[in-house]
C-alpha cells in the first residue's frame, strides 16, 4: 500500500506494519538474487513473505509486486518491478524514513 510518509511524500509502505520500505541501489532489477547479505540484512531486513505466497498490493500501487528466493535461508523476499524490499531496522514507527541513505532508496509508486 502506500502512505504519505513525512518530506518524502507518497511511499510504498508494507500492508502488513505499515513500515516504509526501501530498495539497494547494487540490487539488479530482475536478476532473482539480492546483493544484501549477511550483515547488511541485520541493518536492512528483508522484506518476506511465506513461502508460496502472492504478494498483493492495493491499487495505487502501479508496479510489479513479486518474489524471489533468497540464497542465504530460502525465504521469499518480496520484489517491486523486480527489485527485492528492505525495511531499515532504524525506522521505529510507521511514517519513519530514516533508511535513507546512499545507496538505499525508499521507493515511490
Known amino acids: 500500500m502506500t502512505a504519505t510518509v513525512g518530506s518524502q511524500g507518497t511511499l510504498i509502505v508494507a500492508g502488513a506494519n505499515g513500515m516504509t520500505v526501501y530498495t539497494f541501489t547494487k540490487d539488479v532489477a530482475n536478476s532473482g538474487t539480492s546483493a544484501c547479505t549477511g550483515g547488511c540484512l541485520t541493518k536492512w531486513p ?49 511514517g519513519d524514513s530514516n533508511g535513507i541513505y546512499t545507496n538505499w532508496v525508499a521507493v515511490k509508486p
Request: no cysteine.
Open 46 to 94: 528483508a522484506l518476506t513473505v511465506p513461502a508460496g505466497s502472492t504478494p498483493a498490493g492495493g491499487s495505487d500501487i502501479t508496479g510489479k509486486l513479486g518474489t524471489i528466493t533468497r540464497a542465504d535461508d530460502g525465504s521469499a523476499q518480496v520484489t517491486y518491478n523486480g527489485l527485492p524490499l528492505y525495511f531499515y531496522s532504524g525506522d521505529k514507527a510507521p
